[in-house]
């Protein structure tokens, strides 16, 4: 089962179009019904100039059978302060009436009144670091549940990061983000405080993201990736930076392959396509670089749900440091659900495009060109 996020959101739909794949399920715990798939969202807060960690346990029950009375406990390390996640994360989320969720002290506790087969349960909470912090283990989740023959109890097994790079970290996430991937991209000119780094939708890469999302780099830093977002639907901002080491003669050079590249990028933020008729590319200028430019729309393929929003593309070559990079700006202004999802929101969009051209103007790359390593 992959698991799908559109829009920097957790996103699963049972039974849509293109949200499972075959991938073999098998339970973190061998002697669990439970696969669990643990990440850990990095969320920088600009006022502060600090990083909170998301975390986020998606847990599926994989197990024949449904389950009823299903209790979640899952412990943090208490130097941690865990907190439960921002009501903008949890109101993405929806629950049956009988759910209910708290922090008593530092463990994480919520209950939900049944779980069939291959039904997933989201468990978020927010976790603060401190200076000095390195390799934490986080406890197993417990879960305790019904059966018709009775009363049944498993648990996952622990996961241990390191949030030293996060914890101890001076400065800006610009600067944060030129260490990391020799990229800088202030995105303090949003305006906005708290930017999270976001995983790659699986469905499009073919794998679960698990552990701490970060930047990704690989080829000596001459690839890479990473994701930044912000906001809730209806106020979404989101940021995907790809960079890929390649030959002069392997550029793009045509539309219809830029046009196609940015297409499966986009699969990277959700189960999304371009409007064929809203979007244009063209060849345009952008900084130094002669880039392909993207301009149109997104449309949402699961029905009802986020709709569709404005997009901007970029691809271009720098022989510099024999690099191609791909910039993708979406955003969303209508808000989720059946009634926002199809509501024109063209003044809230426009609103939100300013802003990521703003962030878009301070990219730049610092990779240092080839011939200096020789």
Not at 66 to 92: C, I, N, Y
Request: charged letters at 25%.
């Amino acid at each position: 089962m992959l698991l799908s996020a559109g829009l920097g959101v957790l996103v699963f739909a049972p039974g849509a179009p293109g949200m499972l794949a075959q991938q073999e399920e098998v339970p973190a715990n061998p002697a669990s019904r439970f696969v669990a798939y643990p990440t850990f969202r990095p969320r920088f807060h600009n006022q502060s100039e600090t990083f909170s960690l998301l975390a986020n346990f998606y847990l599926v029950n994989a197990a024949a059978q449904s389950l009823k009375e299903v209790t979640f406990r899952q412990p943090f390390p208490v130097e941690m302060k865990p907190a439960l996640a921002p009501e903008s994360t949890q109101s993405q989320l929806s629950y049956p009436p009988e759910f209910w969720q708290k922090m008593e002290g530092s463990t994480y506790s919520m209950f939900l009144p049944r779980l069939v087969r291959r039904q997933p349960a989201v468990i978020l909470a927010e976790l603060f670091l401190e200076r000095r912090m390195s390799s934490l283990t986080i406890p197993p989740t417990q879960i305790d549940y019904s059966l018709p023959e009775g009363p049944g109890k498993e648990e996952t097994l622990p996961v241990t990061i390191d949030v030293g790079e996060y914890a101890n970290h001076v400065g800006d996430l610009d600067r944060f983000l030129r260490k990391k991937a020799h990229i800088g991209l202030n995105v303090t000119v949003s305006g906005r405080d708290e930017w999270e780094f976001t995983p790659p939708d699986a469905v499009a890469t073919g794998k679960n993201p698990q552990g701490i999302i970060g930047v990704e780099t690989g080829d000596e830093g001459y690839s890479g990736h990473f994701r930044l977002h912000n906001g809730a639907p209806g106020d979404a901002l989101d940021v995907l930076v790809v960079w890929k080491a390649i030959r002069k003669d392997e550029r793009i050079q045509d539309p219809k392959v830029a046009m196609s590249t940015l297409s499966e990028y986009l699969k990277w933020t959700g189960p999304f396509r371009f409007d064929s008729e809203g979007t244009k590319i063209s060849k345009g200028k952008f900084k130094r670089y002669d880039t392909w430019i993207l301009e149109g729309r997104w449309v949402d393929s699961i029905p009802k749900h986020l709709g569709s929003g404005p997009a901007k593309g970029l691809a271009f070559y720098s022989p510099r440091e024999d690099v191609e990079y791909y910039l993708l700006l979406t955003a969303q202004g209508r808000g989720a659900g059946p009634e926002k999802s199809d509501t024109p929101a063209p003044e809230k969009e426009q609103t939100l495009m300013q802003l990521l051209e703003k962030v878009l103007d301070t990219f730049r790359s610092e990779i240092v060109p080839v011939s200096y390593n020789r």
